[in-house]
Every structure is written in C-alpha cells, then in structure tokens.
C-alpha cells in the first residue's frame, strides 16, 4: 500500500502540469530525475533562446495570437493567419496605434497586465514612436506620450510633423519643448519657424498670460504690438487712479528703454495720462463712463463750448486746446464739432468750425478749409437733416462743377444744381428744371435769374466774338 502512494506522489511531483515555476532564467541548475525532465528542460532552453533571437519582449502581446491554434472556434478559417489580413507595415501601425493609447494601470491590475505595461513602457523608453502616427494621435485629441522624443533633432522632427497637420497639436509639441528645452533652444526654434511663434503667441494671449505675451513680442522684437498690449491693459484697469499709476510706470520704464521707436508710444502715454488728469479734474466722465475714449471726449468739450468764433485756448476742454493735447488730427477734429454742432442744430458755429486764418498772414480775412473729403461732410449734414442752405454752403466750396451738381442732386440742394448747370452752361437743362418746379416759389425764381444771367453773359461773350 505505500509503495502504491509513493508512487502516485511521484507521479503527481513528475507531471508537467504540476511543474514549478522559477525565476531563475538559467535551466541548467534544474535536476530532475528522470528522463521527462530532461526532455522538458531542453525544450524549454530551445523556446528562451528563440524567444530572446525574435527580441519579443519588446514586441506587441498579440505575437502569440498570429500564430494560436484557433481551428475549434474557427471551423474552416483555421489555417487564416493574421498576415494574410494585414500586411507588415498596417501591423506595426496597429501595434503603435496600440501603444499610444495605453495608459498608467490602476492597482489590483493582474501580473498578466502589469508585465504587458511593463513591456510597452520599455518600447517607448527605448524606442521612439512613429512621428506620423503620434502626430494623428495629437491632432484628433487623443493621449500620445511625448517624452520619449530625447534629443533636439526628434523633437524639432516633432514640431514640424505637428505644423504640417496644424490644429491643437501644434501648442501640445510647444509646451512640450518649452518644458523640456531650455529657454535658447526654444525661442531658437520659434525664430527660425515664424508659423510656430504665431501659435505660440496666440496660446498666449488666450490663455491670458499677459506678461509672457508682452515678454515675447518684445523678444522677438515685435515692440509696437507690445506697447500696444500694455497699453490696453494699463487703460482696462478699473478706476481713475489705478490707471495713472499704471501709464506713469510705462511712460518710466519707456523712458529708459532706449529703444528707437519708443518716443511715438511715449507721447501716447502722457497723452492719455493728460486724459485721465482732466477727467479727474473735470469731471468728463458722467456722459460716456470711465473709459470713454479721447474722441468721445472731444464731442463732450464740443458740446460744452459756448464761444466758436475765438475760442479760449488756456483752457483745458476748449475743444482746439484738447484737440492738440490729445495729438488728435485735425480731420478728426472737425468731424467730431461737424457731428454735434449738426446734431444741436447749431448750424451757425459751423462756418467758425471751418474758417482758418492764414499763418502767413494774419490780418487777411478767414478762408474756409476742410481737412476730409467735402462730399462726406455735405452727405453727413444731409443724413442729419441740415437745412438746404447749410448744405448749399457747403456744396458752393466744391471747385468741380461736374461733382457738384451729382452730389447736389443727390442731396436735393436745388439752389446748388443751378448754381452748378450755371457754371456748366447748361441752359436746355435749366429752362426744363424751371419748367419742374412750384410756380412762384423761391426755387422758380433762383432758376429764373440764373437763366437771365447766363443769357446775358452768352449774349456779351457773342457781341465781343463779332467786334473781332
């Protein structure tokens, strides 16, 4: 009886079910009896070395599904491999595919997953992935690991792939060589790629990140944007005072720049810290608010102003006086008095808007000049529903007859019409506009003796042609 237990416990230890496992890689410390063992122990020294010959630790876990003996759950595809499906390349893209999308495994994951991650994480330790596949994977919004990239070449490699396909992609391959490079080598790679810098930036300023913004630009150097920046900032702050002090430390630190371009932003500095003394002082703000803007001022100094023909120009809100402490243009300038003065109906200060006295000489009487077009100004008294002999007025400043009399038709000015078929003798077209208007009325009688002095003129110009 207990030779037959022995030898079943002898049976049981022998079988190749029952064998134990070692962590022992070296097969030649195993000592097995009998003749199986040795058998196994071959076997399994021919499967390590063909195993270490095809490099299989680094390759994909589903190796051994090419080649598994499937022909009980497939039936007649027993003999389909999964070559014949996919070539070798479509393969490799699968298995990359694969591995970009693995992620970090939660505890209480089984040996048999953590050897697999195991695996992969020393792939992508030592070999770095297919730069088209990671670049898909970045452009559709998917994890890619992207620490593998080691040396600068890869990475600018990187880079350009990401340009190439453009999207969200680009700023992911930014961060990640703003973090891994120093700051030479990135800004390096942004100078020489114009494209990289314009997404860089606009990360930037999206983001919110002001001061690394402005910083750039500057670096770069891309100054007039960087005023530009810090100006707006230093005009959004919220309150009078915040604002002064803001202006005051750029107009400072501008002033110690240096740099040649600087005294065109300085002097709009100290104008807008001129604007916000006067709306301190003045109190210009209860119309258009804190952050009313030097034109919208300019209209409420306009309004306020009482005295048109001889302004006062020691005083800060006569609208000539803010005008040129606001480096406001004179076109500007008139446009805005031209729209409030019409809007409150105060046509007469208008001829005193556009009246100028010559520098050169002084005691010569006022001439009118305009510095826009004069058809936007008659167009713009029109819209606002200007009297017909303002906008006479006007139209009688145009030297071109041919102009005028389309633009007066336009507006309906009836006196200018005439007054321009008068300077192009066109006395058929006078009798037939007299013909069309009311009889007796002002027009009928303006028609009638512009047609009399036409005659009258064509008459002499004849008479002196037959003396000769």
Known sequence: MDSQFDNADEHYWNRSSRAAFSFDDDDDDIDIADGHGAARAAAGH?????????????????????????????????????????SDEALQLVLQEQ????????????????????????????????LEATAQKLLHGKVA???????????????????ANGGDAVIGVLLFLKRTLNTTQFHGILEQRPKALEHYLSYLRQSGDLSSYIETLQRFGRHQEAALQQFQAAMACSGIAARKQQLQRLIDAYAKAGVGVIPLYEQVFHAAL???L??????????????????????VCCAQNKNWKDQDMLKVTSPQRFAADQEISPAQYEWTALNERAQAQAYADLECIFERVSTWHPLKSRQFHIS?????????????????????????????????LALAQRVKCIKAVI??????????????????LPERSEEQFYCENALKSLQSKRWTTDNIKLKL
């Open 46 to 86: 021919t499967k390590l070395s063909t195993k270490h010959e095809n490099n299989a630790i680094f390759n994909d876990d589903t190796i051994s599904e090419a080649s598994f003996d499937n022909s009980a759950a497939l039936g007649t595809l027993n003999h389909l491999s999964i070559k014949a499906i996919l």
């Open 274 to 276: 001129k604007l916000q």
């Open 278 to 299: 006067l709306q301190e002082k003045e109190g210009l703000t209860h119309q258009f608010g804190e952050h009313a803007t030097p034109i919208e001022l300019l209209y």
């Open 419 to 436: 007054d321009a078929m008068v300077s192009l003798k066109q006395q058929q077209e006078l009798q037939q506009l007299r013909e069309s």
């Open 99 to 130: 591995t970009l999308d693995d992620h970090v495994m939660p505890k209480g994951v089984t040996p048999e997953e953590e050897l697999k991650l195991l695996r992969r994480q020393i792939q992508s330790t030592l070999y770095s992935p297919n």
């Open 145 to 163: 690991p992207l620490e593998m990239f080691k040396s600068l070449l890869e990475k600018q490699q990187l880079l350009e792939k990401a340009l």
């Open 372 to 404: 826009f077009d004069l058809a936007l100004a008659v167009q713009r008294l029109f819209e606002l529903q200007a009297p017909a002999t303002v906008l006479q007025l006007f139209l009688s400043k145009m030297s071109n007859s041919s102009e005028k």
